[in-house]
């Protein structure tokens, strides 16, 4: 999955492993090891008046390219966002063509087979265009074909049958996209070995798919409707079995032989080949009341986190098998004003899990209980130091 709100790299200005999260209202903020204690800091502060990016945009997603040593940062407002990984401070918007994007969702990096250049892809949601792609992260085009649901009888794209891609990653030499049509009466498979040229694969049924992984030779997407889709090409998919009820997938892994999909309600699934699935025989009793958004799997343990609301239930749990699931300990309650902070990715670096709020933490104005967490081992969590400056 390439929609994640957080990313580490080795930042050689500061002398160390840094973690850069993105969140709501345009917020970007960054943590390393100060003092001996991890610590977070605004990454705006010192040379922005407001700590936010202008106009404020609610943050999708942010990738970390090392070989070109940048961050991007896709926004709901149709614009990309970049830096030098030597100075997070200074962020710059990207050269999008115009009116390509109402929102834009994913952005993912790979080495195309055509010719051995590196090329980004972002995509999102229509407003001309559902990929635009760059070489350098800072200048964008658009593909030279419409990504489109063709006409049955003539071949050619329809205009009103536009791709919305939701999910977009580079594996086994080729981007492959998720998504619906625009008009939401399909869902949508799309491939390019380029980047450039695109090719749509229009799969049975409408449930909107949300996000796909690829491990073990198979690319594997999650969807609403409790419906998964998987593929041993990234060209020609067939439906999963074993799935029941109306769970709406939001994330996909892979680890310890077995994939584990997560999805609102407290639902959790896994499969030993993404083929047939199995629901999770043991959820803690807050489960069905969260909405779980993300799942990753490093150093034995599978970790998902969830939103759950205003209700007092955990939003961490984790799993050696993905089968058997507990709740995280030490996530504090914030009171019946601010619940449990809510956690919309989770990411492992530095040997540690960070799990990543949607909402900006700012001391003073947010419950202590809301502030940034990290676990050696996705069970036991410690509240993390956070500097105002």
Same mark, same amino acid.
């Given at each position: 999955m390439s929609q994640h709100?957080?990313?580490?790299?080795?930042?050689?200005?500061?002398? #160390?492993? &840094?973690?850069?999260?993105?969140?709501?209202?345009?917020?970007? =903020?960054?943590?390393?090891?100060?003092? /001996?204690?991890?610590?977070?800091?605004?990454?705006?502060?010192?040379?922005?008046?407001?700590?936010?990016?202008?106009?404020?945009?609610?943050?999708?997603? +942010?990738?970390?390219?090392?070989?070109?040593?940048?961050?991007?940062?896709?926004?709901?407002?149709?614009?990309?966002?970049?830096? *030098?990984?030597?100075?997070?401070?200074?962020?710059?918007?990207?050269?999008?063509?115009? =009116?390509?994007?109402?929102?834009?969702?994913?952005?993912?990096?790979?080495?195309?087979?055509?010719?051995?250049? /590196?090329?980004?892809?972002?995509? #999102? =949601?229509? +407003?001309?265009?559902?990929?635009?792609?760059?070489?350098?992260?800072?200048?964008?085009?658009?593909? *030279?074909?419409?990504?489109?649901?063709?006409?049955?009888?003539?071949?050619?794209?329809?205009?009103?049958r536009l791709a919305v891609i939701n999910d977009i990653i580079f594996a086994d030499s080729m981007f492959v996209g998720v998504g619906l049509g625009s008009d939401g009466d399909y869902t949508g498979i799309y491939y390019s070995v380029d980047g450039v040229t695109w090719n749509c694969q229009c799969l049975s049924g409408q449930a909107q798919l949300n996000a796909l992984t690829y491990a073990d030779n198979l690319f594997v997407a999650v969807a609403d409707q409790s419906t998964i889709w998987y593929?041993?090409?990234?060209?020609?998919?067939?439906?999963?079995?074993? +799935?029941? /009820?109306?769970?709406?997938?939001?994330?996909?892994?892979?680890? *310890?032989?077995?994939?584990?999909?997560?999805?609102?309600? #407290?639902?959790?699934?896994?499969?030993? =080949? #993404?083929?047939?699935? &199995?629901?999770?025989?043991?959820?803690?009793?807050?489960?069905?009341?969260?909405?779980?958004?993300?799942?990753?799997?490093?150093?034995?343990?599978?970790?998902a986190v969830a939103d759950p609301g205003k209700r007092e239930a955990v939003p961490i749990y984790f799993s050696s098998d993905g089968k058997v699931w507990s709740q995280g300990k030490h996530v504090y309650y914030g009171g019946s004003e601010w619940g449990y902070p809510p956690f919309y990715d989770v990411i492992y670096a530095n040997n540690r899990f960070y799990a990543i709020q949607r909402y900006a933490y700012q001391p003073d104005q947010t419950s202590d209980a809301w502030g940034p967490y990290s676990s050696t081992d996705g069970k036991t969590w410690d509240i993390n130091n956070y500097s105002a400056g």
């Open positions: 709100l957080a990313a580490s790299y080795f930042n050689s200005e500061e002398g #160390g492993p &840094t973690i850069v999260a993105v969140h709501d209202n345009g917020y970007i =903020d960054f943590g390393r090891v100060f003092n /001996g204690r991890f610590t977070w800091f605004a990454a705006m502060q010192s040379q922005l008046s407001s700590p936010y990016l202008p106009g404020s945009p609610t943050l999708n997603t +942010l990738l970390y390219n090392q070989e070109h040593n940048i961050f991007l940062v896709g926004d709901a407002q149709g614009n990309i966002w970049s830096a *030098n990984g030597n100075d997070i401070y200074d962020w710059n918007k990207a050269n999008l063509p115009s =009116d390509a994007f109402n929102s834009v969702k994913a952005i993912a990096y790979g080495r195309r087979s055509t010719d051995g250049q /590196g090329i980004f892809v972002a995509s #999102g =949601d229509i +407003l001309n265009y559902s990929t635009i792609y760059s070489f350098d992260g800072q200048n964008w085009s658009h593909p *030279n074909q419409i990504i489109a649901h063709k006409d049955e009888l003539y071949g050619t794209p329809q205009w009103g593929s041993p090409d990234g060209k020609n998919w067939t439906i999963a079995t074993g +799935l029941s /009820g109306e769970a709406n997938f939001k994330d996909v892994t892979y680890g *310890n032989r077995t994939f584990v999909a997560v999805a609102d309600e #407290g639902t959790i699934w896994l499969s030993p =080949d #993404g083929k047939q699935w &199995t629901i999770a025989n043991e959820i803690p009793p807050d489960g069905p009341d969260i909405t779980f958004n993300k799942v990753a799997f490093r150093a034995g343990q599978f970790v």
